[in-house]
């Protein structure tokens, strides 16, 4: 019964003659005997964590039925070595970054007047890069601008080095485990529309067919007008106004920008690949919510061609 990062793992109490024993959920191993005292609250079939006691082990939490979608993808993030609570001084230290005053000063560029939206999938947690594009002299300048992070993350302190532990946010359907403390990742540090946002700006020129010409790299402020969805998008290329016309004009520009880099990935060979992923979930006429309702090919639109071709020349350049 091998275990990840230490001598915990993720199992489910089955029984075990007369008594009960936790088989490794996620990966192989043989049944642990559990004694009465060491299980807790734990009943048969249900999905736990268990510290390894010589022959035997020790249930430290339990996440519930095994037949619970909610309890599956908690208990799958945490045999990842994820779903960890941060520690008090990496909360802290959150918080008092959260309401830390950003400033503009010779190292920060104010572009709060520029039409700036976010588009994001529906139901969308965070915002961590906003666009604009601007025709300029026949061809394009497309502005990425990434949410400033390391802004309110002080370098090598408990917030940090957690982060760091971390990696990433882990997405499972319907939930999060993030990188940084709440105050942060879906905070301070996502760019909503209609507040002030330090951000990491890519500023990059482009030729009409799409050929990068020049890129300058700068720290700026900005203040989004839209948190646009994929939808959104969608409806608005189908006739839809978004109600306001420098941020159409942007739109109209990134889609004119996203035909021209995708002719030129198409030129060197690029490959579209497509897959089949869960559209949505949904009740499903039971007391458990969390069941996917179906998977799908999902049409990925014009709205993803285009944000892709705008990071892809961010990331070039």
């Not at 979608?69 to 045999?79: Q, T």
């Not at 909503?192 to 020129?205: L, M």
């Not at 290329?237 to 978004?242: E, T, V, W």
């Amino acid at each position: 019964m091998s275990s990840r990062g230490g001598r915990a793992v993720v199992a489910q109490i089955v029984p075990f003659g007369r008594g009960m024993a936790a088989r490794p959920a996620f990966e192989q191993g043989r049944a642990i005997s559990v004694s009465r005292n060491s299980r807790g609250r734990a009943q048969l079939g249900d999905l736990v964590t268990v510290a390894l006691q010589g022959r035997g082990a020790k249930v430290i939490e339990v996440h519930g039925p095994a037949d619970d979608p909610r309890v599956i993808l908690d208990a799958i993030l945490r045999d990842a070595g994820r779903k960890r609570r941060f520690g008090a001084e990496a909360r802290q230290e959150a918080e008092v970054a959260s309401a830390v005053d950003i400033g503009i000063g010779a190292s920060r560029r104010d572009l709060r007047e520029q039409a700036v939206v976010t588009i994001d999938p529906d139901g969308a947690k965070d915002h961590d890069d906003a666009i604009i594009v601007e025709r300029r002299d026949g061809g394009f300048r497309l502005f990425v601008h990434i949410a400033d992070v390391a802004h309110f993350v002080p370098v090598g302190g408990p917030l940090d080095q957690e982060a760091a532990r971390r990696a990433f946010s882990a997405y499972v359907p319907g939930a999060v485990d993030p990188m940084l403390p709440r105050e942060l990742s879906a905070g301070a540090c996502s760019l909503y529309a209609g507040v002030d946002r330090p951000v990491v700006t890519a500023q990059i020129d482009l030729a009409a067919d799409g050929e990068p010409i020049s890129a300058t790299f700068y720290r700026a402020l900005i203040h989004s007008r839209r948190d646009l969805t994929y939808k959104d998008i969608d409806r608005h290329f189908d006739g839809k106004s978004l109600g306001a016309d420098d941020v159409e004009d942007s739109i109209s520009a990134a889609r004119e920008l996203a035909r021209a880099l995708r002719a030129r990935r198409m030129a060197r060979g690029a490959l579209e690949i497509e897959s089949a992923v869960p559209l949505r979930r949904e009740r499903c006429g039971s007391s458990r919510d969390g069941d996917p309702k179906r998977v799908a090919p999902a049409d990925r639109g014009v709205h993803d061609r285009r944000q892709r071709g705008g990071r892809t020349a961010a990331a070039r350049a």
